[in-house]
Nanobody, 124 residues
Framework: VQLQAYGGGLVQAGGFLRLSCAGS???????????MGWFRQAPGKAREWVAT??????YYADSVKGRFTISRDNAKNTVYLQMNSLNSEDAAVYYC?????????????????WGQGTQVTVSS
Protein backbone atom coordinates (compact mmCIF):
# COMPACT_ATOMS: atom_id res chain seq x y z
CA VAL A 1 0.00 0.00 0.00
CA GLN A 2 1.35 3.37 -0.98
CA LEU A 3 0.25 6.79 0.19
CA GLN A 4 1.21 9.94 -1.67
CA ALA A 5 0.72 13.22 0.15
CA TYR A 6 0.91 16.51 -1.68
CA GLY A 7 -0.37 20.07 -1.61
CA GLY A 8 1.99 21.63 0.90
CA GLY A 9 3.69 24.92 0.31
CA LEU A 10 4.35 28.42 1.58
CA VAL A 11 1.38 30.41 2.81
CA GLN A 12 0.96 33.64 4.74
CA ALA A 13 -0.43 33.59 8.25
CA GLY A 14 -4.20 33.62 8.05
CA GLY A 15 -4.16 31.86 4.70
CA PHE A 16 -5.26 28.40 3.68
CA LEU A 17 -4.02 25.23 2.00
CA ARG A 18 -5.57 21.93 1.04
CA LEU A 19 -3.51 18.80 1.41
CA SER A 20 -4.32 15.63 -0.47
CA CYS A 21 -3.31 12.03 0.12
CA ALA A 22 -3.85 9.46 -2.59
CA GLY A 23 -3.80 5.77 -1.75
CA SER A 24 -2.96 2.90 -4.08
CA UNK A 25 -1.85 -0.71 -4.19
CA UNK A 26 -2.34 -3.68 -1.90
CA UNK A 27 -5.79 -4.06 -0.47
CA UNK A 28 -6.73 -0.48 -1.11
CA UNK A 29 -9.66 -1.63 -3.15
CA UNK A 30 -11.59 -1.19 0.09
CA UNK A 31 -10.29 2.31 0.70
CA UNK A 32 -13.54 3.41 2.30
CA UNK A 33 -13.03 1.00 5.17
CA UNK A 34 -9.65 2.42 6.13
CA UNK A 35 -9.12 4.79 8.98
CA MET A 36 -7.25 7.74 7.50
CA GLY A 37 -5.30 10.21 9.55
CA TRP A 38 -3.15 13.28 9.24
CA PHE A 39 -0.19 13.92 11.50
CA ARG A 40 2.42 16.66 11.51
CA GLN A 41 5.93 17.05 12.76
CA ALA A 42 7.76 20.31 13.33
CA PRO A 43 11.56 20.42 13.69
CA GLY A 44 12.66 19.15 17.08
CA LYS A 45 9.16 18.06 18.06
CA ALA A 46 7.36 14.75 18.24
CA ARG A 47 4.91 13.71 15.58
CA GLU A 48 1.55 15.22 16.45
CA TRP A 49 -1.87 13.94 15.53
CA VAL A 50 -4.02 16.40 13.57
CA ALA A 51 -7.19 14.69 12.37
CA THR A 52 -8.74 11.35 11.49
CA UNK A 53 -11.64 10.20 9.39
CA UNK A 54 -13.26 6.82 9.53
CA UNK A 55 -16.68 5.29 9.10
CA UNK A 56 -17.82 6.56 12.48
CA UNK A 57 -16.96 10.17 11.71
CA UNK A 58 -14.25 12.79 11.89
CA TYR A 59 -11.99 13.65 14.79
CA TYR A 60 -9.68 16.59 15.39
CA ALA A 61 -6.94 17.70 17.70
CA ASP A 62 -8.00 20.65 19.84
CA SER A 63 -5.32 22.80 18.25
CA VAL A 64 -6.95 22.59 14.81
CA LYS A 65 -10.62 22.13 15.64
CA GLY A 66 -12.73 24.70 13.83
CA ARG A 67 -9.93 25.56 11.39
CA PHE A 68 -9.12 22.25 9.68
CA THR A 69 -11.47 19.87 7.93
CA ILE A 70 -10.68 16.29 6.97
CA SER A 71 -12.67 14.65 4.20
CA ARG A 72 -12.37 11.81 1.73
CA ASP A 73 -13.35 10.82 -1.78
CA ASN A 74 -13.55 7.06 -1.80
CA ALA A 75 -14.00 6.94 -5.56
CA LYS A 76 -10.57 8.55 -5.90
CA ASN A 77 -8.95 6.75 -2.94
CA THR A 78 -8.04 10.18 -1.63
CA VAL A 79 -8.28 11.95 1.70
CA TYR A 80 -8.03 15.71 2.07
CA LEU A 81 -7.10 18.16 4.79
CA GLN A 82 -8.46 21.63 4.31
CA MET A 83 -6.48 24.01 6.50
CA ASN A 84 -7.79 27.51 7.13
CA SER A 85 -6.58 30.38 9.30
CA LEU A 86 -3.06 29.01 9.32
CA ASN A 87 -0.59 30.31 11.86
CA SER A 88 3.07 29.77 12.62
CA GLU A 89 2.33 26.86 14.92
CA ASP A 90 0.85 24.95 11.99
CA ALA A 91 4.16 24.94 10.12
CA ALA A 92 5.40 21.36 9.90
CA VAL A 93 5.79 18.37 7.65
CA TYR A 94 2.36 16.82 7.28
CA TYR A 95 1.97 13.07 6.91
CA CYS A 96 -1.04 11.03 5.96
CA UNK A 97 -1.54 7.59 7.39
CA UNK A 98 -3.87 4.65 6.91
CA UNK A 99 -4.93 1.82 9.16
CA UNK A 100 -7.77 -0.46 10.05
CA UNK A 101 -8.08 0.03 13.78
CA UNK A 102 -10.96 1.92 15.33
CA UNK A 103 -9.41 3.15 18.56
CA UNK A 104 -6.41 5.16 19.73
CA UNK A 105 -6.72 7.28 16.63
CA UNK A 106 -4.24 9.88 17.86
CA UNK A 107 -1.45 7.34 18.30
CA UNK A 108 0.92 6.94 15.34
CA UNK A 109 1.39 3.21 15.91
CA UNK A 110 -2.33 2.73 15.25
CA UNK A 111 -1.66 3.30 11.57
CA UNK A 112 -0.04 0.74 9.29
CA UNK A 113 0.85 2.82 6.26
CA TRP A 114 2.40 6.27 5.94
CA GLY A 115 2.93 8.75 3.16
CA GLN A 116 6.19 10.56 2.60
CA GLY A 117 5.13 13.92 4.04
CA THR A 118 4.52 17.32 2.55
CA GLN A 119 5.99 20.54 3.94
CA VAL A 120 3.75 23.37 5.12
CA THR A 121 5.47 26.68 5.78
CA VAL A 122 3.63 29.66 7.26
CA SER A 123 5.09 33.13 6.91
CA SER A 124 4.18 35.98 9.23
Amino acid sequence: VQLQAYGGGLVQAGGFLRLSCAGSGGTFGTFSSYTMGWFRQAPGKAREWVATIRLSGTYYADSVKGRFTISRDNAKNTVYLQMNSLNSEDAAVYYCAAGQRSSMLAVPSTYDYWGQGTQVTVSS
